[in-house]
T-cell receptor
Framework: KAGVTQTPRYLIKTRGQQVTLSCSPISGHRSVSWYQQTPGQGLQFLFE???????NKGNFPGRFSGRQFSNSRSEMNVSTLELGDSALYLC??????????????FGPGTRLTVL | GEDVEQSLFLSVREGDSSVINCTYT??????LYWYKQEPGAGLQLLTY?????DMKQDQRLTVLLNKKDKHLSLRIADTQTGDSAIYFC??????????FGQGTELSVKP
């Protein structure tokens, strides 16, 4: 089975631009979660999607948004980029995520640099 | 509130045991996890423990949970240079949301 794939792997943008990151979960997985990883703040939960609905949301401003498609693929969008948005964005998929035990499989991440 | 804390660095000699510690605050956490991250890679789940367990052993890995003190530890027996990585503990009580610690960078010297 193919793992979680994220595209692109690397991205360079300038302040004020917007960006869309893509995540393809493992086949059969219906839950996709997104995390931001920075040296200063560590790993922080952004949001979780299940069956095309946002089920959980972290403490990020409204510039961060996401969606999930009927095939479980997910995208996240960041508008009006700031320097502080430079980070590794990780996507994780799991089978259903309805129970507390929910093994999440992580992709390699998208490294976003904002200049 | 939700908070997970770990020490930032640990250095051991090859063949020794490594013990990485973690404390958490959310008493409603039902599962606690240990993830490993190698340079340039995503996160790999190493092991997990359910909150009503005290200990779990999986080959070279032993997880100990003290629920009263909200303290979790990961012991790696016979540590190898290939174990050098950053180790994260995480808690969850809401399905797809994991709360991570800052990560402990393990350095294994030959």
């Amino acid at each position: 089975k193919a793992g979680v794939t994220q595209t692109p792997r690397y991205l360079i943008k300038t302040r004020g631009q917007q960006v869309t990151l893509s995540c393809s979960p493992i086949s059969g997985h219906r839950s996709v979660s997104w995390y931001q990883q920075t040296p200063g703040q560590g790993l922080q939960f952004l949001f979780e999607y299940f069956s095309e609905t946002q089920r959980n949301k972290g403490n990020f401003p409204g510039r961060f948004s996401g969606r999930q498609f009927s095939n479980s693929r997910s995208e996240m969008n960041v508008s009006t980029l700031e320097l502080g948005d430079s980070a590794l964005y990780l996507c994780a998929s799991s089978l259903e995520g309805t129970r507390s035990y929910n093994e999440q499989f992580f992709g390699p991440g998208t490294r976003l640099t904002v200049l | 509130g939700e908070d997970v804390e770990q020490s930032l660095f640990l250095s051991v000699r090859e063949g020794d045991s490594s013990v990485i510690n973690c404390t958490y605050t959310d008493s409603s956490s039902t599962y606690l996890y240990w993830y490993k991250q190698e340079p340039g890679a995503g996160l790999q789940l190493l092991t997990y423990i359910f909150s009503n367990m005290d200990m779990k052993q999986d080959q070279r890995l032993t997880v100990l949970l003290n629920k009263k003190d909200k303290h979790l530890s990961l012991r790696i027996a016979d540590t190898q240079t290939g174990d050098s990585a950053i180790y994260f503990c995480a808690e969850s009580n809401q399905g797809g949301k994991l709360i991570f610690g800052q990560g402990t960078e393990l350095s294994v010297k030959p």
